[in-house]
């Protein structure tokens, strides 16, 4: 079974998103786990300090062992394709998770992207956390669609 996690800043409070999201989540079959993890935004003014405080949250108890990719617009771009790829490369080479990084308002810890296996973008656009996660996720399903042949990714 492959194991993904997400752990982003923010809890998802719209209700048409989370509805989405939902719906992702409930066609994935049982050979794939999700979880997901909502770190509290930080309170603190000064961007520095919100995004050292983030970080914390968002490394603070990762599986040993798990392929870490951060979600930052200045990583590389991958088709739907390439991410099933590297999924599916590292699985055969016995990694059984995978586990996401979205930041909040002002982005990523550079400790969060240096401790990152890979670092990924889903183009130069910026996407409020909420969207982002709803796109990982929809691209989560696709990556087991994607991996057993089936139709969904034509």
Not at 118 to 141: C, D, N, W
Request: charged content about 25%; glycine content about 6%.
């Amino acid at each position: 079974m492959i194991r993904f996690y997400i752990r982003a800043i923010g809890k998802l409070k719209n209700k048409a998103i989370l509805s989405l999201i939902n719906e992702y989540r409930s066609r994935l079959t049982n050979s794939l786990d999700l979880q997901e993890l909502e770190a509290k935004k930080s309170t603190s003014l000064a961007m520095s300090i919100v995004k050292t405080e983030e970080a914390k949250l968002l490394l603070g108890d990762v599986k040993s062992g798990s392929y870490k990719i951060a979600l930052d617009e200045r990583g590389e771009n991958l088709s739907s394709h390439q991410l099933a790829e590297l999924v599916q490369k590292k699985s055969i080479s016995g990694c059984s998770s995978f586990t996401f990084f979205i930041g909040g308002a002002d982005g990523l810890d550079d400790s969060v992207r240096s401790s990152c296996d890979k670092i990924i973008s889903f183009g130069k656009i910026t996407l409020p956390h909420m969207l982002a996660r709803l796109v990982l996720i929809e691209q989560i399903y696709r990556i087991e669609k994607i991996m057993s042949n089936h139709p969904y990714d034509k």
